[in-house]
């Protein structure tokens, strides 16, 4: 029987799980949080609009400016009055 080992490339650390060796298996957990991270809803303020798929700057409440006006157009139920 061949002893498995990691499978990446010119790594002999012996095999741990999902086809890696101890270090990189972490590794590729690791990096694969922060990816999942990154889709998260982003909690803490920044300066591109939170809105799905948009990279506007911010205008205010953490969105670009057309969709600021969008959401408060939604909270008021459409029809702003000034
Ligand atoms: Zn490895
Ligand atoms: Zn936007």
Redesign the pocket.
């Known amino acids: 029987m061949i002893a498995r080992t990691c499978s990446v490339e010119g790594c002999q650390r012996p095999y741990y799980a999902k086809g890696f060796c101890a270090h990189h298996y972490h590794k590729n957990r690791n990096s694969m949080l922060a990816a999942t991270k990154k889709t998260v809803w982003p909690a803490a303020p920044q300066k591109k609009?939170?809105?799905w798929l948009?990279?506007?700057p911010v205008y205010g409440m953490g969105?670009?400016?057309?969709?600021?006006r969008e959401w408060r157009m939604e909270e008021v139920g459409g029809g702003i009055k000034r």
């Open positions: 609009c939170v809105a948009c990279d506007e969105v670009c400016e057309k969709h600021y």
